[in-house]
Every structure is written in C-alpha cells, then in structure tokens.
Nanobody, 123 residues
Framework: QVQLVESGGGSVQPGGSLTLSCVAS????????MGWFRQAPGKEREGVAG???????SIKNSVKGRFTISRDNARNTLILQMNNLKPEDTAMYYC?????????????????WGQGTQVTVSS
C-alpha cells in the first residue's frame, strides 16, 4: 500500500524558513511525478511545486525564487525548501504523486496524497 507521510510544518515569522519532507513507502518517488500542494482556509487546493522523474521542476509563480523542490532518492524522500515565508503561504501542505514519469505543469491529478502538514506564517 502506497503511503506518503509529510513532516516539517510549523509556525514561523514572516521571512523565516521551513523544510518540508515527504517519505514514501511502497513507492519509488524517483520514478514518478511528485509534488506539493497546499490549501488555505476557504480556498481551493493549489499546486505549489512539482518534479518529474527527469528532474524537471514546475514552480508556482508566487513562490518562485523562495521555494525549491527536490528529491533525496537514497531516502526516497521529497523535499520542499521554503525561504522568505509570507503570511499568504499559510496553509495545509500536502505531498502528492501521480503515476506518470513526467510532469511539466501543476495541473495533474494525483493518484496518492499524504495526510498534510500545517504551515503557519505569522508575526
């Protein structure tokens, strides 16, 4: 059974940093499109960053230059490095994957979801 388990969320002040991790089991993340989505209260879930098996990434415009998505294949872990966080980044962040090798946008529909980790940015 495929499982995606996120960690690393928390509360930070504006300008702070957080690193989210997503450990996969029964699933090789390097073989598929992986990504991070987020959902703020009262808003729709949106794609934040994605990475295909070829290493090509897609990043939401509003977080470009601040967020970086990467994989640690040895640990079968997806990572989202978030710097210079802003209050509008506050949301539940979800790790997700679709059984496709490549993804060049953030519009794909995941086959698998993690349970989410909360990120709160507030002074």
């Amino acid at each position: 059974q495929v499982q995606l388990v996120e960690s690393g969320g928390g509360s930070v002040q504006p300008g702070g940093s957080l690193t989210l991790s997503c450990v996969a089991s029964a699933y090789t993340i390097s073989a598929y499109c992986m990504g991070w989505f987020r959902q703020a209260p009262g808003k729709e879930r949106e794609g934040v960053a994605g990475i295909g098996s070829n290493g090509i990434t897609s990043i939401k415009n509003s977080v470009k230059g601040r967020f970086t998505i990467s994989r640690d294949n040895a640990r079968n872990t997806l990572i989202l490095q978030m710097n210079n966080l802003k209050p509008e980044d506050t949301a539940m962040y979800y790790c997700a994957s679709v059984r496709l090798r490549y993804c060049y946008s953030l519009t794909w529909k995941p086959d698998y979801w993690g349970q989410g980790t909360q990120v709160t940015v507030s002074s």
